[in-house]
């Protein structure tokens, strides 16, 4: 009786087997070196990828958490080389140094999509989908600009947590600030990393509080995540900060946890940044795999978001911006 089962199994097996190897072989493999999980925008990313190249969705995806290490990221991206792939989706850390690795994929024949941030001395990939960081800063720069006038406050002295240093969100970010600051006058205090991680956004203002107390207004977090530690070093220093109180505090990303934060009352105004790429990046790969052509650069779509007496006229680049009231159902649709 025993047999005969064994038998039975290891005939279904058999039959089985041819399908589940051509099935196997439809799968388009795609390799993904993404920069780490400092922050919610990093997981939200992380699924929009994971569920997009889904094996459902006939994708066998490699996925490699480079845990903000540069070099660890290149290896990740030679392993898929090696691992011969049909596509490798890069997310770089910093925006240089990529030619040598970026030709090597070419010689392998592998496309590279390069996600969010940017690579600025290679054009070596197929297409580029993410966020036009620079535009962020501007429009975080101007808001404050329009909001100040508003308030009635005259004089503006501002402490920057930027995020992880060389990385194209970074430079982009404190580029477009800066740049409306230099125009407007404003005190630029200082500007040090928090790395886009909670803990470095609490060290850098505790340092901050203590080397500066009294002398600043304005708080510019480059991610979410820095503005919730530097929310807790405020507290624990005693400096009030959101609408009516001692600091205007600005944040980018605009994840779940940030929009509640606007909503309670303690991020001033925050600044989106869509980590939804997936889908447009599988739209390219579509085109890629029709021998289509492809845009070279895809934007996302973003929105600036405050409660109704932050809502303020600005523009940016001379096109007026539409400001997002922040609501339950605002918060509840995002990522
Ligand atoms: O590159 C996008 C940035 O990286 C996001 O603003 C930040 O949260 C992330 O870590």
Known sequence: MRKISKIIVTAMAAALLPAMAAQAEELISIGFAQVGHE??????????????????????????????????QKEAVRSFIEQDVDYIIIDPIIATGWDTVLTEC???????????????????????????????????????????????????????????????????????????????GWNLIDEQTGDFTEAGGQEVMENYCKSYEGQFNVVVCQNDNEAFGAMTAMDNAGVTYGPGNDVILISYDACTAGLEDVKAGKITADFECNPLAAPFVEEVIKKLAAGEEVEKEVYMVEHWYALEDQIVEFEVDGEAQEMTLVTDEVIEAQY
């Open 39 to 72: 922050s919610d925008w990093r997981t939200a990313s992380t699924k929009s990828c994971q569920d997009v190249f889904s094996e459902e969705n006939g994708y066998d995806l490699s996925f490699v958490d480079c845990d903000n290490d540069e070099a660890a």
């Open 106 to 184: 070419e010689d392998a024949g592998i496309p590279v999509i390069v996600i969010d941030r940017t690579i600025d001395d290679s054009d070596k990939y197929a297409a580029w989908v993410g966020s036009n960081f620079k535009t962020e800063g501007l429009a975080a720069g101007e808001w404050l600009a329009a909001y100040a006038e508003k308030q009635g406050i005259e004089e503006l002295n501002v402490l920057t947590i930027s995020g992880s240093t060389g990385s194209s969100a970074q430079i982009g970010r404190s580029e477009g600030f800066n740049e409306v600051a230099e125009k407007y």
